[in-house]
């Protein structure tokens, strides 16, 4: 098991409405990354937050934000909702300075059903 | 576009057999290879990768994975299977300078039967 928490397991709202997903990283890990995993396929990347700052997006519209605090733990915000938001979302976390080959530690996801 | 292919959807094989488990992967650049396992209801957990040096590496629970710069593949490799290897694995590439996205492939449901 990972030290990645993420709250909470599983969440239905309905069209239109908004939902706030919380990731607790691993203790020490300053890099945290969201991930949307549709049913049968691979993560697609969201956005990374590296030391409190956006570090990339996917291509994810805007209604999906994120924010990390001052203790790397992190929020991702889903506006205005639409069925195609159904998915497992996958937080990450990782440590060191380089973000781009570091080994990701994954939290066990947010099973979000929108209907 | 970038992109990470797993042609097999699914790959069955018996326990004490070698494992293979393809990817291939189209990037600029040198990219960054990885393999993720993802058991049921579980999130993913970190194989191994290739940043550079040796074109094979050793990662967890005995699997090792062969980076091809020609073909540009990087297939997941076992000598021996277990039943408790049966599983969801993922390949991913990371490109070059663009922060730490992963691009994942599709995904290869590995059944090891006994």
């Known amino acids: 098991e990972t030290g990645v928490t993420q709250s909470p397991t599983h969440l239905i709202k309905t069209r239109g409405q908004q939902v706030t997903l919380r990731c607790s990283s691993q203790?020490?890990?300053?890099?945290v990354s969201w991930y949307q995993q549709a049913l049968g396929q691979g993560p697609q990347f969201i956005f990374q937050?590296?030391?409190?700052?956006?570090?990339g997006r996917g291509n994810f519209p805007p209604r999906f934000s994120g924010l990390q605090f001052p203790n790397y733990s992190s929020e991702l915000n889903v506006n205005a909702l639409e069925l195609d938001d159904s998915a497992l979302y996958l937080c990450?976390?990782?440590?060191?300075?380089?973000?781009?080959?570091?080994?990701?530690?994954f939290g066990s996801g947010t099973q979000l059903s929108v209907l | 576009a970038q992109s990470v292919a797993q042609p097999e959807d699914q790959v069955n094989v018996a326990e004490g057999n070698p494992l293979t488990v393809k990817c291939t992967y189209s990037v600029s650049g040198n990219p960054y290879l990885f393999w993720y396992v993802q058991y049921p209801n579980r999130g993913l957990q970190f194989l191994l990768k290739y940043i550079t040096g040796d074109n094979l590496v050793k990662g967890s629970y005995g699997f090792e994975a062969e980076f091809n710069k020609s073909q540009t593949s990087f297939h997941l490799k076992k000598p021996s299977a277990l039943v408790s290897d049966s599983a969801l694995y993922f390949c991913a590439v990371s490109p070059y300078n663009q922060g730490g996205k992963l691009i994942f492939g599709q995904g290869t449901e590995l059944s090891v039967k006994p």
């Open positions: 990450a976390s990782s440590a060191g300075n380089n973000p781009e080959y570091e080994k990701l530690f």
């Open positions: 937050y590296y030391r409190e700052e956006e570090n």
């Open positions: 203790s020490g890990h300053n890099t």
